[in-house]
């Protein structure tokens, strides 16, 4: 087995940095305005080479979700869920939900991101909205 291990493309170590620096950033469009994930050299909706890195909103709704009871990785100990969330600005990416559960159906629940360090990198999970502060937890917000 072993530690789970980052996909490392040409275009990916902005993302990772910003996620160390947890104000988790995607490219968008300097044409326009397409958010792009994965990172790549080209928007998949106008082919414009330019693009500038931004932070995301931090907000996002599931779509779907799995809970895993099979162990694959030294630092996923199961069971451990994966969910596929659409962010605010359009891409889907897969991330865990930490903390509590949806009642009833995970799926359009409205999350946010946040960040937690996996070993020695950090990395995003999402949680359940609140409206209004969040009660105890030592998970740390986007600012
Ligand atoms: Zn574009």
Redo the contacts with the bound molecule.
């Keep these: 087995m072993g530690l789970s291990q980052r996909v490392l493309t040409l275009y990916d170590q902005p993302m990772w940095d910003s996620i160390e620096q947890q104000r988790f950033a995607l490219q968008h ?1 300097d ?2 305005a ?1 958010v792009r994930y994965p990172p790549g050299p080209i ?1 998949p ?2 082919l ?1 080479l330019a693009a500038s890195w931004k932070p995301l909103s931090g907000r996002a709704t599931i779509l779907s979700w799995v809970v895993f009871h099979r162990q694959y990785f030294d630092d996923f100990p199961p069971p451990y869920n994966s969910v596929a969330v659409q962010i605010a600005e359009g891409p889907i990416v897969v991330s865990n939900l930490i903390g509590d559960e949806p009642d009833g159906s995970w799926i359009g629940a409205e999350v946010e991101f946040v960040y937690r360090r996996q070993g020695e990198r950090m990395q995003h999970a999402v949680r359940l909205l609140r409206s209004g502060p969040v009660a105890g937890g030592s998970d740390q917000t986007a600012p």
């Design positions: 469009c044409d326009c397409t928007c909706h106008c414009s």
